[in-house]
C-alpha cells in the first residue's frame, strides 16, 4: 500500500522558535497533501489543504502566518510553525491522496513539544 | 457545517461483539469512513461506505443508511489488541472531516 512519511516524529522546541514538519509521499505522487492537527484524548482538526504549486487553503480558525505550509514538489509537504508556544504543542499529522476522491493515506505524525 | 456524534466510550469483554455508532449531520456527503488510532499512533483506515448496506472486511463490519445520516462499526471476536480509539469520518470532497472518537477498553 502506498506509504507517508513524516519527519522528525517527535520535536522539543523552545518557545519563539520555529519548527518544520515534513510530510512525503513515498511511493506515490501526492497532488494533494492535508495537515492535521490533534490535541491529547481528542479528534483530529483538519488545519489546512495544500495542493502542489499552489497556496494552501486553510480552514476556519488556523493562521496561516503562524503554520506556513508548503507543496513544493509532488511528493514533499513542509508545515512550519512559526513563533512557537506551549499551546502549540499537539501531535501534527499529514495525510495525502493522489487524485482528487481518491484514498487518503495518513503519515505517522510528528509530536511537537514547546517549552 | 458539520457534526458528528459518536459514543466517547464504550467497554467490551474480549472474544465479544461491539457496535459502535455514528450520526452526522453535513452538507455534500460523500460517504462514511471508519478509522482506528492506537494510544501516540497515525489513525488507519478501516472501511469506507459509499453506499447503504453493509460491508464486512474480517473481524470488522460497517454499516451506512444515508437516509438516517446514520452508521455503524461492528468488531467482532474482540481482541485485547483491538483497545483503541475508533474514528467516524464523512467525506465531503475532498476533505475528511472526523468524529470525535469512541475509546473501546476491553476486559480480559
Known amino acids: 500500500g502506498a506509504v507517508v512519511s513524516q519527519h522528525p516524529s517527535r520535536v522539543i522546541c523552545k518557545s519563539g522558535t520555529s519548527v518544520k514538519i515534513e510530510c512525503r509521499s513515498l511511493d506515490f505522487q501526492a497532488t494533494t497533501m492535508f495537515w492535521y492537527r490533534q490535541f491529547p484524548k481528542q479528534s483530529l482538526m483538519l488545519m489546512a489543504t495544500s495542493n502542489e504549486g499552489s497556496k494552501a487553503t486553510y480552514e476556519q480558525g488556523v493562521e496561516k502566518d503562524k503554520f506556513l505550509i508548503n507543496h513544493a514538489s509532488l511528493t514533499l509537504s513542509t508545515l512550519t510553525v512559526t513563533s512557537a508556544h506551549p499551546e502549540d504543542s499537539s501531535f501534527y499529522i499529514c495525510s495525502a491522496r493522489e487524485d482528487f476522491g481518491a484514498e487518503q493515506y495518513f503519515g505517522p505524525g510528528t509530536r511537537l513539544t514547546v517549552t | 457545517g458539520q457534526s458528528l456524534e459518536q459514543p466517547s466510550e464504550v467497554t467490551a469483554v474480549e472474544g465479544a461483539i461491539v457496535q459502535i455508532n455514528c450520526t452526522y449531520q453535513t452538507s455534500g456527503f460523500y460517504g462514511l469512513s471508519w478509522y482506528q488510532q492506537h494510544d501516540g499512533g497515525a489513525p488507519t483506515f478501516l472501511s469506507y461506505?459509499?453506499?447503504?448496506g453493509l460491508e464486512e472486511t474480517g473481524r470488522f463490519s460497517s454499516f451506512l443508511s444515508r437516509s438516517d445520516s446514520y452508521g455503524y462499526l461492528l468488531l467482532q471476536e474482540l481482541q485485547m489488541k483491538d483497545s483503541a480509539s475508533y474514528f467516524c469520518?464523512?467525506?465531503?470532497?475532498?476533505?475528511?472531516?472526523f468524529g470525535k472518537g469512541t475509546r473501546l477498553h476491553i476486559l480480559p
Open positions: 461506505n459509499a453506499l447503504d
Open positions: 469520518a464523512v467525506r465531503r470532497g475532498d476533505k475528511i472531516i
